[in-house]
């Protein structure tokens, strides 16, 4: 630690913002939003005073960051960093990656503590205002909370705000904006590798702001509220196609729902269902993936809604298990169907912990009666893994990347 970082001290939310502000006022700054993301998972399992002792250490390993200039806690799990060196976006993101991974190295906790983390260029020719940069960098810290990684906010594009005023245009019973479509990803069963699912995937090739990842415009769409409009088309164009998964032997089709759907979107389930009945679509064929269970919990029926759409012959699967804060209670009562546990197992750098989770996926499977898949086979060593822990599905690069459906008939 050098001299000038001893005078760092952690200040409240708006003395932060006040302070940021007057800097803002002289020059441009850097501004971080950082959230510790599985801290309410850890309070519930660990214990508050395990909880408490995060925080501290994250607050103090904040704190010792080389750029930082003011830290601000603007909850106890939320803080604000704001530094003196606007030019290097990416240094501030390595330093703080590098913070959190010394303090998984050297905490010795039976568990990894997640941040995400949004970083900006709040640059004072575009605004003085904080609060103008305040709303950008905590739409960062959102895409991160997806992605886990840190996001840079690009302001030199404003492309966030370009993606709120297009995701501002849709409205339910509107066709999908130019370039929105669905690409679909093969399922294999692991045993014989032979393909009998899909999940699907949205791409956007927007005309105007070209190729936009879903790991951006989804949790956009989420926070505006519109995300219900583009699940719904991801319907529509699955069910459509359901004469295709016929010719083509597909089992199964996945796709994404956000949990945030079923709570902004009441009539939902009877949406699906009715495009079940007309679309033609067999029992069981059409499963609806759902990644964010945390927010699912909170919905009072949200069993029921599980319950009501596998009466309906829609099946449900629990996206990402093992990411994050999903609780192993919500597969108990939920009742789902799948349970996908989520690629990063496979990046897990040790053999034995790795073959170990694998383990535990397909046994939680073979208990409860849920069909179990891995995600994320890129290599033969994965998919040998794969079927030694006894996981019946998988899915990844290995077998196939997302693919338009055109491509599956040309390669038939
Ligand atoms: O496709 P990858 O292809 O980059 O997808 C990134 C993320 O976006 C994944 O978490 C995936 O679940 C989500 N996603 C992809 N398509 C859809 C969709 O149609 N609706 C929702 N809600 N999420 C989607
Ligand atoms: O959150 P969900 O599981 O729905 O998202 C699936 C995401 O994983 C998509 O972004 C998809 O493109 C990506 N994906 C699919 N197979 C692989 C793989 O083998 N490796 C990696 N890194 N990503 C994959
Ligand atoms: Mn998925």
Same mark, same amino acid.
């Not at 519109?226 to 998964?245: E, G, N």
């Not at 016929?246 to 796709?255: P, Q």
């Given at each position: ?144 909370? =997806? ?8 302001? /030199?594009? %404003?492309? *966030?705000?370009? +993606?709120?005023? &297009?995701? !501002? ?33 949205? =791409? ?8 936009? /990842?879903? %790991?951006? *415009?989804?949790? +956009?769409?989420? &926070?505006? !509220? ?187």
């Amino acid at each position: 630690m050098t001299s000038s970082q001893n005078h760092v001290q952690i200040l409240g939310g708006d003395q932060f913002h006040n302070l940021a502000e007057q800097e803002l006022a002289k020059h441009s700054i850097l501004m971080a939003k950082v959230h510790i993301q599985n801290i309410a998972w850890i309070n519930a399992q660990f214990g508050n005073q395990m909880g408490d002792q995060v925080i501290t250490t994250v607050r103090k390993a904040l704190l010792n960051l080389e750029r930082s200039y003011l830290v601000g806690e603007i909850s106890p799990t939320l803080f604000g960093i704001a530094c003196l060196q606007p030019e290097d976006p990416n240094g501030l993101i390595a330093d703080i990656s590098h913070a959190l991974s010394e303090i998984n190295t050297n905490s010795h906790w039976p568990f990894l503590v997640e941040l995400a983390f949004g970083v900006i260029v709040a640059n004072n020719d575009v605004s003085k205002n904080i609060h103008h940069w305040i709303t950008r960098a905590n739409t960062a810290l959102m895409v991160s909370a =997806r992605k886990g990684q840190g996001v840079i906010y690009d302001e /030199s594009q %404003d492309l *966030f705000q370009k +993606i709120r005023f &297009e995701l !501002g245009k849709l409205r339910v019973g509107d066709n999908p904006p130019e370039g929105m479509r669905w690409v679909y990803q093969p399922v294999v069963e692991t045993d014989s590798g032979k393909m009998i699912g899909f999940e699907a995937l949205v =791409r956007w090739d927007s005309p105007t702001l070209g190729s936009l /990842s879903p %790991d951006v *415009f989804i949790p +956009i769409a989420e &926070e505006m !509220g519109v995300i219900h409009i583009i699940d719904r088309w991801a319907l529509m164009a699955t069910t459509s196609a359901c004469h295709t998964f016929d010719a083509l032997n597909i089992e199964s089709v996945g796709v994404n729902v956000s949990a945030k759907t079923f709570e902004h979107d009441r009539r939902f389930v009877d949406f699906v269902s009715n495009l079940v009945a007309t679309c033609g679509v067999n029992h069981g064929q059409l499963v609806l993936e759902i990644t964010e269970t945390a927010v699912l919990e909170n919905l009072l029926d949200a069993s029921a809604i599980v319950q009501d759409l596998k009466d309906r012959g829609i099946e449900v699967a629990i996206d990402d298990f093992g990411k994050g804060e999903t609780s192993l209670m919500n597969i108990a009562t939920l009742q789902v169907d799948y349970l996908k546990l989520d690629k990063s197992l496979l990046r897990l750098p040790n053999l034995a912990v790795k073959g170990a989770m694998l383990k535990i996926g397909a046994d939680i499977g073979a208990s409860l009666g849920v069909k179990v898949l891995c995600e994320g086979i890129e290599t033969q060593e994965d998919w040998d893994l794969v079927k030694a822990a006894g996981i019946p599905l998988a899915q990844g690069y290995f077998f196939g990347h997302p693919q338009p459906l055109e491509y599956y008939l040309k390669n038939e």
